[in-house]
């Protein structure tokens, strides 16, 4: 039953971060939050102690996986606060599951998001510019242009998806 419970309560912030993500390019604190007790909340009621401890576990494990992208740049703090979420339900096992597939299936997201956008051709100039200074001047130094406008990747539709994955294969009882 509690189980039930946790996925219905996932999957509704999932779409709703996603649908949030998209329209306005940010996921907000009251979702991931209320996300991240909503799970601790659950798995606290239904295993005591343990659970309590896996979904702080999870959180934590789930900011560790994308703080660094967040710390460089490559995402927003509301992507890393989801995934720290996602832990709270999930536990910390699952939640590296759920990174790992929302790790590839960013990457594909990106690179679609960069042919539809036409930066595939600018990236792919600039690194043939890059290996062709390296092979004359035995330097990697080149200048950094203007270039087309990168992409707005919105990861909380990626996580979803990485999560939706994750819990299909233990469905299957593949994990």
Known sequence: MM???????????LVLAAYIDVREGRIPNW???????????????DQGWAGFLNSIEGVSLGILCL???????????????????IGGVMGPYLVVYVFGFAAILGGLYSLVMLMAQGGFRY?????????????????????????????K???????GLGTVLTQTLIIYGLL
């Open 3 to 13: 189980t039930a419970v946790l996925l219905v309560g996932l999957a509704i912030a």
């Open 31 to 45: 979702l991931t939050f209320s996300l991240a007790g909503f799970g601790t909340v659950v798995n606290t009621a």
């Open 67 to 85: 703080i660094f992208f967040y710390i460089k740049g490559g995402m927003g703090a509301g992507d890393v606060k989801l995934l720290g979420a």
């Open 123 to 151: 990236t792919w100039d600039r690194v043939v510019l890059l290996l062709q200074t390296l092979q004359c001047t035995k330097s990697v130094l080149v200048a950094p242009t203007p270039g087309p406008q990168e992409p």
């Open 153 to 159: 990747l919105r990861y909380a539709l990626v996580l």
